[in-house]
């Protein structure tokens, strides 16, 4: 039985939730973080000495970093699968993984924090306008390369989609001005049609 400690509102915590139940693997959650604390005991801290979620323990296994843990969760449970065996084809995976982390997910954070987590009296209007354009740039890169297969790393779903897919959930959900991209919208209309997406990539925002 994997537990996984998170308040389900994050989105490095619903990429671990949606790579779970795609594999169908049992599992408890412990909601910490945000309004639910929790993350600042000693306990937590043993945990992760970072004191963010997602943090897993899997059998004694604790590890925390959400696209590490989905790497995981694929390379044990998926081989084949999520997990490509292909190595070119895992790194692409893991190029789309990385680029999610430090790129798109990381450029949308103010415009994130700004429109659904802050009062309206509050705003930084500049950081959340800077935010989104920069999002919208880089959504735009990857508008272009799912023009070229049916998922970010190939033919078949992987890890990838999976972080790319919590990421573009946002995106495409957050009330803003955005380019048209039609290629990723069918894409992400196909991700939340598995089941596993249910109950996990949730609206409105929060
Ligand atoms: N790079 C880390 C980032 C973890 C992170 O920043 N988590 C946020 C939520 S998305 C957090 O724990 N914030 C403190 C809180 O929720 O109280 C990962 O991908 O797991």
Redesign the pocket.
């Known amino acids: 039985m994997i537990k996984i400690w998170g308040?389900s509102s994050?989105?490095?915590?619903q990429k671990v939730l949606w790579a779970v139940r795609e594999l169908a693997l049992p599992h408890t959650t412990e909601q910490v973080?945000?309004a639910f604390g929790g993350?600042d005991t000693p306990e937590y801290g043993a945990m992760n000495p970072n004191r963010?979620?997602?943090v897993i323990d899997d059998g004694g296994l604790i590890l925390?970093?959400?696209?590490a843990i989905v790497r995981y969760l694929a390379a044990r449970y998926s081989e084949g699968a999520l997990w490509p065996t292909d190595v070119a084809q895992r790194a692409l995976a893991d190029q789309w993984m990385d680029w999610t982390?430090t790129e798109w997910q990381l450029a949308i954070v103010p415009a994130f924090r700004g429109l659904i987590r802050t009062p309206e009296d509050q705003r930084d209007l500049a950081a959340i306008e800077a935010s989104t354009r920069q999002g919208n740039a880089l959504a735009l890169i990857l508008e272009n390369a799912l023009q070229k297969h049916e998922y970010i790393a190939g033919s078949q779903f992987s890890m990838a989609d999976i972080v790319l897919g919590c990421v573009a959930h946002r995106w495409l959900s957050m009330p803003i001005e955005r380019p048209a991209t039609p290629t990723m919208s069918a894409w992400y209309r196909r991700l939340m049609m598995r089941p596993a997406t249910q109950g996990v990539l949730v609206l409105p925002l929060s």
């Open positions: 308040r994050s989105v490095n915590v973080g945000g993350l963010k979620v997602p925390w970093e959400s696209n982390a």
